[in-house]
């Protein structure tokens, strides 16, 4: 039987009134009992067996289900491009491209594929909450940074001998710390910085990472971008990197204001925190199936990352590989990318729209595998 994607919250998708009568949007009733923080600092307050949120941010992890073979949902896990990407440098002769390859190996990174010029950097900072951060290697046009590696120089000088950076693509605030470290080692290349207007104005950590200092604000108001970075005015929600049709943005707010998606030709879409891939964690579980979705208990607005995540779905082509930054990265089969973004946002809807604390609870009472 070829493999086959689908919601699995029943049939219909039950989409109960919260219990407090509250419209979709920011405020919902939620049930549980437990006491959740965030990484922002965001608390859900237990009222009388409900939660009474606090934040935007403390909605339930939600996923959609995703029923395919196991080994093809496992396929595209970095352990195995690790092993073949390491087996490839140690057939390579002695050169500096070995020593850089060996070094981006050491940190944790690997090609995507052989020859696809796209590369986990590995060296996952905590400064980024352990983001995953990507380099696109172009032979034209100029390499591109997909969101922060710690910065090592050791590191810059592996990347240096693929071409160097000349964009530092930023999805959001959350995964940006040593964009100024990164831009500095690469400013010889022309090194710019690409980050959304939103998220310089609105992003939680601004003045932390001091995100005026990026040069492209993409969809900028307030900023008057030098004739060469016009490509990034206007409101969106698509611009093309540099005029590039094969590096196409698309505004995805939700997790935060400003947070953007990359997508790469037909090849891969770079998510950030916007969409995933995830098991539930315990031996338990170790069979049960994964889910797409993202953690809204980390939106800024929940409710806005669903239609944005709806709004993902309708952008062609099919891509082959999604690539978030929490998660692993997933390879679809032809024509599965539409259908598997539609089914994580209708059964984001209805775990948002029936109030649960928890995503597995509620496919609990759906009598789904949890």
Known sequence: MSPRCTLVVGAPVHRAASPLGATR??????????LARNPRGASVRVQGG??????????????????RPKHIAQTAGFPDYHREFKKRIEEMPDGELRQALLTIAKGGGAELEHGSGIYHLGYHSPHTFGASPYLIVRPEGGNVMVDCPSFRPALGDAIAQLGGVRWIFLT?????????????????????????????RQGWNRHQQRTWECEVHLGATRQKLAPEAAWANGPGPVWLLDGDPELQLQHVPGHSSGSVALMYGSKAV??????????????????????????????RNAQEQVESVRALAQVGPDFEYLLPGHGRPFRFNPGEFSPMLKDAAALMDAVLDDGYSDMWEYLDTQGQPS
């Open 25 to 34: 949007g920011s405020q919902r009733a939620i049930r549980g009992t437990s």
């Open 50 to 67: 409900r939660h009474s949120r606090t934040s935007a941010e403390s909605h339930p992890i939600v996923y959609a289900i995703t029923e």
């Open 172 to 200: 959001h605030t959350d995964d940006m710390d040593g964009h100024d470290d990164w831009a500095k080692y690469f400013k010889d290349y022309g090194c710019q910085r690409i980050l959304h207007e939103a998220d310089v």
């Open 270 to 299: 770079f998510t950030g925190d916007h969409i995933m891939l995830r098991k539930r964690l315990g031996k338990a579980f170790r069979e049960q199936p994964m889910r797409m979705g993202f953690s809204p208990r980390y939106a």
